[in-house]
């Protein structure tokens, strides 16, 4: 190797030692920030990896992606009056020189009974192309709820009595939210890990569903 392929080297060694540096001064400060969030509400937390506890999940069709699976910093408890976890996730997709990272922030609530999957998600470019192939969604009486989200579930009748006037009220003024039921599961997500300010508006917003969700469903429980 001549002189400058061995500095080439060189520095490319050193944008990635301080790479490494960076990415591990910002997880441990990611960490303080919601160990001390936990404890504000009142949530144990864990930062460890934990491949067992994300497989627990893997009904939900968003934790049952790619390989490579684990959660980590995972809040858990009671809060208002819900057993909630709160965590990041990570996914790995291809192999290789291909393979992608994915790192997702994941919000769970249980509910009291077991329901049909039921997935509701901002509508856009891939779903569009899954109703063109025949993957239909959930039409509603709201043609301005109907162009702004896709509503899949095998179960109709369920995907109208969660889809009621107040939820789909909310749902329009939060166009953002992606959510899945499932079992005992009511699960909220974005495409992106979120940063430790965002995790208790997002919270609150998960209890709010929670909330809006009809009595008389659990009734049937």
Avoid at 59 to 79: D, P, Q, T, V, W
Avoid at 85 to 100: E, I, L, M, P, W
Avoid at 176 to 197: F, H, K, Y
Wanted: hydrophobic share 45%.
């Amino acid at each position: 190797m001549d002189r400058g392929g061995i500095l080439i080297f060189i520095l490319f060694a050193a944008v990635v030692i301080v790479a490494v540096i960076l990415g591990s001064l910002a997880a441990r400060k990611r960490r303080g920030e919601l160990a001390r969030l936990a404890a504000r509400l009142g949530l144990q937390f864990s930062p460890d990896k934990d491949s067992a506890f994300a497989d627990g999940w893997s009904f939900l069709a968003k934790l049952a992606r790619g390989s490579n699976r684990y959660a980590f910093n995972i809040l858990s408890g009671e809060h208002e009056g819900h057993r909630v976890f709160v965590f990041d996730y990570h996914h790995r997709t291809g192999s290789g020189k291909n393979a992608q990272h994915h790192y997702l922030t994941f919000f769970i609530l249980l509910l009291p009974g077991a329901f049909p999957e039921l997935t509701i998600a901002p509508e856009g470019l891939l779903s569009k192309l899954a109703q063109a192939l025949g993957y239909a969604d959930i039409d509603f009486e709201s043609a301005e709820f109907s162009r702004a989200f896709c509503v899949r579930s095998k179960d109709k009748r369920f995907a109208y009595d969660v889809c009621n006037a107040q939820m789909m009220e909310y749902l329009l003024a939060n166009r953002d939210l992606d959510l899945e039921i499932e079992g005992p599961a009511l699960a909220l997500t974005q495409d992106r890990r979120l940063s430790v300010s965002e995790i208790e508006g997002n919270l609150a917003r998960l209890l709010r569903l929670r909330a809006l969700l009809p009595g008389y469903l659990f009734d049937k429980t």
